[in-house]
């Protein structure tokens, strides 16, 4: 790996620890928080690709197994992990890695509609498909409540995929830093 890897990958976890800094918003239904913290996921995959979007995730995702305080409201530590919100957490390395080759395996035609994909698959259903189950076992929910309850979540993941798709394009166009897969 080499220093500019390195580099990149540091970047992208600070940004997640700075989106962190915007407030946590408590929707009704679940006990999931809204937090910006997903937009860095998506961004740090179709940015940078599957390695080292995944990468830059997973230390992220180290820093708060540690207790770095780098969620929304302080939080962090292997507690939050282990809580009802801990399978989002967990799953945000492997929506940046899932985003991150979506996008290298559409690169040579990629554009916004192809980015919007990339970003709604890998950085939002991803994380709902490993996130809700994890909710329902860990707070004792019903599975259909917990599906039900994050369907609150839409309008705002919806919003952070067209942010995510849109930087995306204008990245690939000025510094493309992502390769094709073949």
Request: hydrophobic residues 60%; positive net charge.
């Amino acid at each position: 790996m080499r220093s500019r890897d390195i580099a990149l990958i540091a970047l992208f976890a600070a940004v997640m620890v700075v989106l962190g800094l915007f407030p946590l918003i408590e929707l009704p239904l679940v006990p999931a928080p809204f937090t910006a913290q997903t937009l860095g996921v998506m961004l740090a995959g179709s940015i940078l690709g599957a390695r080292r979007g995944g990468l830059a995730i997973l230390l992220f995702t180290v820093l708060v197994a540690i207790g770095l305080p780098v969620l929304p409201g302080g939080r962090g530590g292997i507690g939050v992990i282990l809580g009802v919100t801990g399978g989002f957490i967990v799953a945000y390395p492997v929506g940046a890695f899932v985003t991150g080759l979506l996008t290298e395996l559409a690169w040579r035609r990629y554009n916004l509609a192809w980015a919007l994909l990339c970003n709604a698959v890998g950085g939002a259903l991803v994380l709902y498909v490993i996130g809700i189950p994890w909710m329902a076992v860990v707070g004792d929910l019903p599975l259909r409540k917990a599906i039900t309850g994050s369907i609150v979540f839409l309008p705002g993941d919806a919003a952070k995929v067209i942010v995510a798709a849109l930087a995306a394009v204008a990245v690939r166009r000025a510094y493309p830093l992502v390769e094709a897969r073949a």
